[in-house]
């Protein structure tokens, strides 16, 4: 382990399957090194994958095949900045149409209940805009999603309904 600070994971026993995903999905990911057990352990038996290096969006984590002792929540999530409606789609898509869940306001949930925030660098701005109407207008619009829709943030933003 290169990393000086990695997120661990816990997984019910999917460690390996969730990691293998992230590295189709999202860009700059990878599986990296897979350890498996060197004995029985509480939920698992030697040989088994115990845990799971990997990369999602440059971020070190380890997938550790722990049991069902502990749930995700969305006290944690992954933030991942989409260029455009494009790349939101198929990153939203991917998660929801693989076992996943969507929620409100870009967030969603994979098949194994990691969190995410599917967030296009539009929205950040159109809320963070200085015409603190504009940052209101456009906050609300969002308030109403699940997936981010840029083009009615946009037009949410400039005060006009979209087209």
Known sequence: MAAKNTI?????GGALDAARFYAETFPDSAVGKIHLAPDDYPDGKQGDVLTVE?????IPCIGLNGGPHFKHNEAFSFQIATEDQEETDRLWNAIVAHGGQESACGWCKDRWGISWQITPRA??????DADRAAARRAF???MTMKKIDIATIEA???GRDRD
Not at 54 to 58: I, K, N, P, R, S
Request: aromatic share 14%; proline share 0%.
């Open 8 to 12: 661990c994971l816990w997984y019910e």
């Open 123 to 128: 929205l950040v701005a159109a809320i963070s």
């Open 156 to 158: 949410a933003r400039a």
């Open 54 to 58: 990997f990369t999602v969006a440059g």
């Open 140 to 142: 609300n619009a969002m």
